[in-house]
C-alpha cells in the first residue's frame, strides 16, 4: 500500500481525539487517553479496538477444506462449523509468512483473518497456490467488513444487550452468527489482549454505529477506546507474538514457540519438510520471555548477552502496567532459555539484569495490579 489508508472508523476516532500513527500503512489510533488507563481498562472492565485495517479473506468451495490444509501447518480438516483456529502460513523453508485466524463459517466456507502489515502478501500467497487445487473461490472481503474488538472481563454484560446471540454459550475460539444493528454479523471469542472478549465482524456501513452503541452501554462499566499503544502492552504481558518483530518469514514455529499449532501428522502442508528436518537437528536459537530485575525498559533491537557474548536481540519489550517492570520477548541460544537463567540487555549502554520466566508473564488472579 503506497498511500496511507483509513478505518471506516476513522472520523470517529478523530471525535474521540485519539493520537494517530502511521501502522502497516494505515493511520491508525495509538491511543485515547492514555496507554496505561486504557491497558487498565481492558484488565479491570472494557476497552475497544479497532482492528479493521487487518485483512478478512472468503475462501470457499468444495476444495476449500483442502486448500487451506495446504496451506496451514494446523489441523483445519478437524475445524467444525463456528469454530476457529489460530495457525500459521509457512513458506517452503518452514519461515512464517503470517499467523492467523481461520473461521469456519459452513460446510464449504471459511474466513481468513490476516494481520494488516501482510494482508497483500497472504492474499498473493493465497492466489499463487490456488492453481494447484480445484474448486476453490477467494474474495477480498477487507472493505466491506469491518472488525470491532471489545476486550475485557465486563465484555459480555455490555455486548450482550445489543444482540440476539447468547454470549454466554460461546467458548474460547469459537463465534456465533447473530443480528448486530439489524444485519448479519459474527462474533467469535478471540481476541490479541488475555482477557474474556469479542471480535465483531460486521458489515462495515454499520460499524459506526456499532462502535457508539457499545461505548454508550459501556459507559456504567468504565469502557475505554483503546488503541495500539494498550494492544502492545496488553499482548506483551501474555507472550503473544507480533508478526514483523517476534516472527518473520526467517523464522520457524518451532523457533518461536509456536510449535503447539504445528501438526505433523498431516499428510502434507507448505513448510512441512523443512520443519520436520528442523525438530530432527535441533533448533540453534529460541524465543524466551524475560523479566527485568532492576529498573528499566526493553526496547526492540536491544542487544542480549551474557559473558560478553551476543545471545541475540529483544523483538519485543515494554513496561508492563500490570507487573510494575520490564518484560521482553527475544532470541537466545537454548543454552540460555530455561526459566531462571540470568541473561544480560543492553539498554542505550547500560546493563540490565534479566531472568528467563515461563509465559504468559500476566498470569489472572496471581499478578498484582
Known sequence: MNRTNRTILYETHKSLGAQFVEFAGWEMPVSYSGVLEEHKAVRTGAGLFDVSHMGRFQVEGQGSKGFLQYLSASDIASLRP??????????????????????????????????????????????????????????????????????????????????????????????SKGRLGGMDSYI??????????????????????????????????????????????????????????????????????LDKVVD??????????????????????????????????????????????????????NFSPTLKKGIGLGFVHPKYSTPGAEILIDIRGKVAVAMVVELPFYKKGKNKE
Not at 524475560?290 to 536481540?313: A, C, D, M, W
Request: hydrophobic content about 35%; some cysteine; overall charge neutral.
Open 82 to 175: 463456528n469454530q476457529a483456529c489460530y495457525t500459521v502460513f509457512c513458506n517452503e523453508k518452514g519461515g512464517i509468512i503470517d499467523d492467523l485466524i481461520i473461521y469456519k463459517l459452513e460446510r464449504l466456507s471459511y474466513l481468513v483473518c490476516v494481520n494488516a502489515a501482510n494482508r497483500e502478501k497472504c492474499l498473493n500467497w493465497i492466489k499463487a497456490n490456488e492453481p494447484k487445487f480445484t474448486n476453490v473461490r477467494i474474495e477480498d472481503n477487507s472493505e466491506g467488513i469491518a472488525q470491532i474488538a471489545i476486550q475485557g472481563p465486563k465484555s459480555l454484560d455490555i455486548l450482550q444487550v445489543l444482540t440476539d446471540v447468547d454470549l454466554s454459550s460461546i467458548k474460547q475460539k469459537s463465534f
Open 188 to 257: 467469535a471469542r478471540t481476541g490479541f489482549t488475555g482477557e474474556k472478549g469479542y471480535e465483531l465482524f460486521i458489515p462495515a456501513v454499520i460499524a459506526p454505529g456499532i462502535w457508539d452503541s457499545i461505548m454508550k452501554q459501556g459507559e456504567l462499566f468504565g469502557i475505554r477506546p483503546a488503541g495500539l499503544g494498550a494492544r502492545d502492552t496488553l499482548r506483551l504481558e501474555m507472550g503473544y507474538l507480533l508478526h514483523g518483530s517476534d516472527m518473520d518469514e526467517k523464522t520457524t514455529p518451532l523457533e518461536c514457540g
Open 264 to 317: 505433523l501428522k498431516k499428510e502434507d502442508f507448505i513448510g512441512k519438510e523443512a520443519i520436520l528436518r528442523q525438530k530432527e537437528q535441533g533448533v540453534e536459537r529460541k524465543l524466551v520471555g524475560f523479566e527485568l530485575l532492576q529498573k528499566g525498559v526493553p526496547r526492540h533491537g536491544y542487544r542480549i548477552y551474557s559473558n560478553g557474548k551476543t545471545l541475540g536481540v529483544v523483538t519485543s519489550g
